[in-house]
């Protein structure tokens, strides 16, 4: 690890606003937008398809900030170093109102894993009808599925990115860590960040939190591992409060509806809000809980392949609770007891008349 001293004094300067207001604003809700002008990837002209985090500085661009005076004056620091510097005054104890504060999110997909591998195999329909719902078909396992040799590609990939970043542009290091419990989150943060020589104050031991797991579909990829086997995979990874032994949200023949999952985005971006003074996080998760995330933040939609990653500049407000609403928490899912007889992309798939299954299944993709 290296000494702390690294860590750039300006921004140490810098008192944070009160924790402990947030802690206890039970009165209050919390209200999330995502600051345009600072990344590409929430401008409206840059194309989510074509988009690659390491061709472009993250999507970080090239701009001044309002204390580059101050800060640097001889124009001689790197951009990540002034938009540190320009965060860390945004919030510190003489700018905002206690009820202001900002962060920095890194939110990657994981590496593509065997599921992703088999849905492309059998085509969404067929993958949706039936074959998700099993764990796997003799050859590779999807029920919590590990990556593919392509997706360990990929997380590598971002590791060398995240290194030659540190290296050559002194980007900051994460403050704090959260990953998704599903293995191929838990195993992508660890191929991502593991081997990176980090200051002794910002370790990567990341909080493993359900809010940060994938939609559960009756998909078997979204069924997670016991806490034990995902401790013995990782020892220093650290579990939120109250975190199960099993999992007991995921149900195999009841889908989470998608009100529940917009709930539980906002909640787990409320829980780190609150309980997390840190600024610069990384949030290891899913294609469809990232678009979750993103639009419980306010960010335009912007979808990521697997291994992408996309930061978001966030600032979150309090305000005054409004009543919440009610909705179903899970809802039925129709699915083939035995492979479809047809499966048609963009419609859905025929079931067999031997099944007992439902006559047709229609295909729900997250
Ligand atoms: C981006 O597009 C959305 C939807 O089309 C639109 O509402 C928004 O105003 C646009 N933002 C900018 C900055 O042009
Ligand atoms: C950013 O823009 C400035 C001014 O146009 C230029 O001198 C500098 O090389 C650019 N930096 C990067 C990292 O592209
Ligand atoms: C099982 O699925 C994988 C894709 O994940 C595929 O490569 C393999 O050929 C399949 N095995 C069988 C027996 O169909
Ligand atoms: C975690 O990452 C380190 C560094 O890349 C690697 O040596 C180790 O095998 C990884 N552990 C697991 C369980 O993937
Ligand atoms: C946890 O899961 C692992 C792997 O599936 C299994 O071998 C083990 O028996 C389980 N442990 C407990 C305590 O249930």
């Known amino acids: 690890m290296k000494p702390s001293y690294i860590v750039s004094a300006a921004v140490v300067l810098l008192s944070r606003p009160a924790a402990a207001a947030w802690r206890a604003a039970g009165d209050k809700t919390i209200q999330y ?45 790197t951009l990540w170093e002034r938009f540190e510097y320009y965060v860390a ?15 920095v999110l890194f939110m990657g997909r994981h590496g593509e894993g065997w599921h992703n591998a088999a849905e492309t195999f059998y085509g969404t329909p067929a993958w949706n009808c039936y074959w998700a719902e099993q764990n796997g078909n003799g050859t590779a396992v999807w029920a919590d599925p590990l990556l593919t040799p392509a997706g360990e590609v990929e997380a590598y990939k971002a590791n060398a990115y995240f290194k030659d970043r540190y ?88 889908s989470e509806t998608s009100e529940a999952q917009d709930a539980r985005s906002k909640a787990v971006l409320d829980d780190v809000f609150r309980t997390d003074d840190k600024t610069w996080i990384s949030i290891t998760s899913h294609s469809g809980q990232i678009a979750r995330l993103l639009t419980a933040l306010n960010h335009r939609a912007f979808r990521l392949s697997t291994g992408q ?58």
């Not at 005054?89 to 962060?103: A, E, F, T």
Request: proline share 8%; hydrophobic share 30%.
């Open 309 to 366: 990653i996309i930061p978001v500049l966030v600032k979150a407000k309090l305000v005054e609770r409004k009543p919440d609403a009610t909705f179903d928490a899970y809802e039925p899912y129709s699915t083939c007891d035995a492979p479809p007889v047809t499966s048609i992309s963009g419609q859905g798939c025929v079931c067999s008349a031997t099944s007992s299954g439902l006559p047709t299944a229609t295909a729900t993709a997250i």
């Open 89 to 103: 005054s945004l919030n510190s104890g003489c700018r905002p109102k206690d009820n202001v504060r900002y962060k």
């Open 167 to 254: 290296e050559t542009q002194n980007m900051p290091y994460f403050e704090s860590y959260y990953s998704s419990p599903l293995s191929r989150c838990t195993i992508t943060a660890n191929l991502t960040f593991g081997d990176i020589d980090v200051p002794e104050d910002r370790p990567f031991a990341p909080i493993v939190k359900e809010g940060f797991r994938e939609g559960m579909t009756v998909h078997t990829c979204n069924w997670r591992s016991n806490k034990t086997y995902i401790e013995e995979m990782f020892p220093w990874y650290k579990f939120e409060d109250g975190f199960t032994e099993e999992d007991e949200l995921w149900k195999s023949d009841k």
């Open 33 to 77: 937008s995502s600051v345009p002008g600072f990344f590409l990837q929430d401008d409206n002209s840059t194309d989510p398809s074509t988009f690659d985090y390491a061709s472009v500085n993250f999507g970080l661009i090239n701009r001044t900030y309002p204390t580059d005076k101050r800060f640097d004056p001889e124009g001689t620091a």
